[in-house]
């Protein structure tokens, strides 16, 4: 418990046994002494905060315990008042949470672990679509180029038709293969950040598919972390990609409405 001038005046028996210290040692000022230095500040601003608005507040921080082990803790409080409405200061309880803080923690680590084994394989594929399956879709290109001129001369036209449509269904292809390879993995990411990789993705796609696509970026992104700027990255390339799906979607229903013959 607080009174109002934010000083503590109690502190309940498994408290004192959680810290190993006395109830003189805790009053007062006193429990910030076992509070770890790099989370003291944060946590007085809360504390000092939600005591200046009268407000319900929530903190983790770490503690240091009777055996000098800094254990995670959450602390929640509320005002209490008294019968004639005044403010009589904090009550609250601790719990230990560091058994959660670790587990989190792992889960963390092996969603990273996750992440980046996808994006190995993600850009394993898009290496090979880009340097060997895109090559050899150009050199097909270059080789029907040939054979049509070969057959231009002497060929019907229809032959000759036959083959520039090839042709153009193969430049095509190898436009889509190199648009995935590029989906698969954005070497603009890696190199470039993530704010030059989502507005060049943003350029790609809307000349792809005809549509507007506008993007505007106001964040620093100097200290992002690459784990962080590949999400981010994704999630833009997952919500335009859905979004543009959801269009041509809306768009083909509507057509067929138009040409659904009326029913008697």
Same mark, same amino acid.
């Given at each position: ?16 046994? =959680?810290? !190993? ?6 009053? !007062?000022?006193?429990? %910030?002494? @076992? ?6 500040? !944060? ?12 407000? @319900? ?19 929640? /409080?509320?005002?209490? =008042? ?69 057959? &231009? /001369? $002497? ?15 193969? /430049? ?23 704010? %030059? @990789?989502?507005? $060049? ?20 992104? @100097? ?39 009326? &029913?008697?």
């Amino acid at each position: 418990m607080a009174g109002i001038d934010k000083l503590c005046t109690y502190f309940n028996l498994p408290r004192l046994q =959680f810290t !190993g210290r006395s109830l003189d040692e805790e009053l !007062g000022w006193g429990w %910030t002494k @076992a509070v770890h230095p790099d989370d003291l500040p !944060g946590c007085w601003e809360t504390y000092s905060g939600a005591f200046d608005r009268r407000e @319900a507040f929530q903190m983790e921080y770490r503690l240091r315990r009777y055996d000098g082990e800094d254990r995670w803790v959450f602390d929640q /409080a509320v005002p209490r =008042f008294n019968s004639n409405g005044s403010f009589a200061g904090y009550i609250g309880s601790s719990i230990d949470i560091t058994d959660r803080k670790l587990a989190q923690e792992v889960l963390s680590q092996m969603s990273r672990k996750l992440i980046e084994a996808q994006e190995q394989e993600r850009t394993w594929i898009a290496r090979e679509l880009h340097d060997d399956i895109t090559q050899q879709v150009a050199l097909l290109t270059v080789n029907l180029e040939r054979l049509k001129m070969d057959f &231009s /001369a $002497s060929a019907a036209a229809g032959v000759v038709q036959g083959l520039e449509e090839t042709i153009e269904h193969v /430049a095509v292809l190898g436009s889509d293969i190199q648009a995935l390879s590029h989906r698969l993995h954005s070497s603009k990411l890696e190199y470039l950040g993530i704010v %030059t @990789a989502a507005s $060049s993705f943003c350029r790609e796609l809307s000349a792809k598919h005809g549509v507007q696509i506008d993007f505007h970026s106001e964040c620093e992104t @100097a200290e992002l972390r690459n784990e962080i700027a590949l999400c981010l990255f994704r999630v833009l390339q997952e919500g335009l990609q859905n979004a543009i799906s959801i269009a041509d979607q809306s768009a083909s229903r509507c057509g067929s409405e138009r040409h659904r013959p009326k &029913s008697s």
